[in-house]
């Protein structure tokens, strides 16, 4: 039989409490704010009232507990499977068998893999579970025979205990804050425009959003933001969340409604990578390389968020921010360099730099109806305007002819195809490479009848022939020094009756679908 845990005089000699008393540790039930679980796991009913009498009043850190009682290993074993926040466990060693409290730390530690709970092992029969051997075996952080388990040894364990696992939710939420820095920075290099990516921004800062004890980051919660960014009077808001959605692309001076928080932003004094609380929430503020300043608004507690995590996090976002616009000015030169070449080529052979412009933007509805994503379409669609670059090695006598060519002559300018390929195909940059193949097979027709190798079907690659559909029905509706533009309609029947011959039937169905949306873009790019 288990010795009883019962109290006697000398067990309330609490002097040992007094200095934590002194600095506020001890807190009245009106200043508990929350609790820590505590799971008493004992098959004597009293020890659970003395135990819970004990330590009613106890606080730490201006928590109190929040008791849980259990009296088998089974039912233990239980409660654990249903609850993943357990702070400490009183747990007797003998309960419908000999060793059921053993069998509890073997299930909590290897079975559930929570090294968290912090277990208090108290026994009334030390034979059946000798200290050496079960402190050495066992993953535990205190062994109490129940005699020994007075007043003050339940109150210093408990505190042993709580700081204990205190010290590891502040590594373990450290741990996960460090994983989504690592998860959240990675992500923003994914994105293809700044609106793309100051939305990642504001919805990864929006998850540094810690609830009551929780160790875990708050995903998909709704919350009310937006990011603003230059000064105040040439600035816009770029994207927001909530109720400030309707306000995106709006100066923040002029919008009437938000006035006070305008007037609040201009009296505060930013510093770099700073967080100010403004109104009724807080503002991150950086400043990037290029000058672009950036201010993060979000409503909401700022003491509800682990700031220090934020800022590492702001630190390699400011870095992100810097790459990106770096790599934004490169993207947009080589577009405007690519585009320039595909206008040049165009004007060569006498056909209007607005040909390339409708093609391109032709061939991109085509990849959208495909479901090409919006940075392959992109690729493409600037890739598209390289078409017809092997013209570049064509003479001006073929190219410029205004009768019908001859057969020699017909031949000669095929090769373009193949020239246009070889000048692109070892390019480093992924968007030539695309363009050689664009270049080299978007005169192959659909049932093998094209050319420079008579490709069939689907060995003809897709993105030659979306483009071969936009520039073959842009060049009929348009003048040629050879012939005059067809009429809209009259093109339009055109493509119908050549698929599955020259058109991929497929496409050929997809481009009927869209065929106002293209007869807008023939209207608004004319020659």
């Known amino acids: 039989m288990d010795e009883k845990f019962s109290l006697n005089e000398e067990h309330f000699n609490l002097d040992f409490l007094v200095d934590d008393i002194a600095i506020g540790e001890k807190q009245s039930k009106k200043e508990k704010c929350e609790s820590y679980k505590i799971l008493i796991a004992d098959d004597d009913e009293e020890v659970h009232s003395i135990t819970k009498m004990v330590l009613k009043d106890f606080t730490f850190e201006k928590k109190g507990l929040h008791f849980i009682d259990s009296y088998s290993g089974e039912e233990t074993k239980k409660f654990f499977m249903e609850n993943d926040d357990i702070a400490v466990i009183f747990l007797d060693v003998v309960m419908e068998k000999n060793n059921a409290g053993l069998e509890v730390v073997d299930f909590i530690r290897n079975e559930m893999n929570n090294h968290f709970t912090r277990i208090i092992l108290r026994t009334g029969q030390p034979g059946e579970a000798p200290e050496e051997k079960v402190i050495f075996e066992y993953d535990i952080n205190d062994y109490r025979l129940k005699t020994d388990m007075t007043v003050q040894r339940t109150y210093t364990s408990m505190y042993e205990a709580l700081r204990s696992f205190r010290d590891l939710m502040k590594i373990e939420k450290n741990r996960l804050g460090l994983k989504k820095i690592i998860e959240a920075s990675s992500e923003l290099f994914v994105h293809n425009d700044i609106e793309d990516f100051y939305i990642s921004i504001l919805n990864q800062l929006m998850n540094f959003n810690e609830e009551a004890s929780s160790i875990i980051f708050m995903e998909n919660v709704k919350r009310n933001g937006f990011v603003y960014i230059n000064d105040f009077e040439q600035g816009k808001i770029v994207v927001a969340t909530g109720k400030y959605q309707e306000y995106t692309g709006l100066n923040l001076k002029r919008i009437p409604a938000l006035k006070p928080l305008y007037d609040d932003f201009k009296k505060t004094n930013f510093e770099e990578s700073s967080v100010k609380k403004v109104k009724d ?75 390339v412009r409708r093609v391109s933007e032709i061939a991109d509805i085509l990849f959208r109806g495909k479901g090409f994503s919006e940075s392959d379409r992109e690729m493409y669609k600037i890739a598209s305007t390289l078409h017809d670059i092997g013209k570049i090695g064509i003479s001006d006598s073929i190219l410029l002819k205004p009768e019908k060519l001859s057969t020699e002559e017909f031949e000669e300018i095929k090769n373009h195809t193949l020239i246009g390929y070889k000048m692109l195909k070892d390019s480093d940059l992924e968007i030539l490479r695309e363009a050689a193949i664009i270049a080299k097979s978007h005169h192959e027709k659909y049932d093998g009848s094209g050319y420079p190798e008579g490709l069939k079907g689907d060995d003809i690659p897709i ?59 023939i209207q608004k790019i004319p020659d």
């Not at 055109?494 to 496409?507: Q, T």
Request: charged share 30%; with cysteine.
């Open 281 to 355: 929430g807080f503002v991150l503020y950086t400043e990037g390389r290029y000058g672009i300043k950036n201010f993060i608004y979000i409503e909401d507690n700022s003491e509800n968020y682990d700031l220090e995590l934020i800022k590492v996090f702001l630190s390699n976002y400011s870095l992100s921010l810097d790459n990106f616009q770096m790599n934004q000015k490169i993207l947009f030169t080589q577009k405007k360099i690519i585009y320039t070449l595909g206008e040049i080529i165009e004007s060569r052979s006498k056909e209007t730099a607005n040909h």
């Open 463 to 521: 993105e030659a022939r979306i483009v071969s559909i936009a520039d073959v029905f842009d060049a009929i509706t348009h003048k040629r020094c050879y012939k005059d533009a067809w009429d809209f309609d009259e093109a339009y029947e055109y493509m119908l009756l050549k698929s599955g011959m020259e058109f991929d039937p497929e496409l050929i169905d997809l481009f009927k679908d869209e065929i106002d949306e293209i007869r807008e873009i």
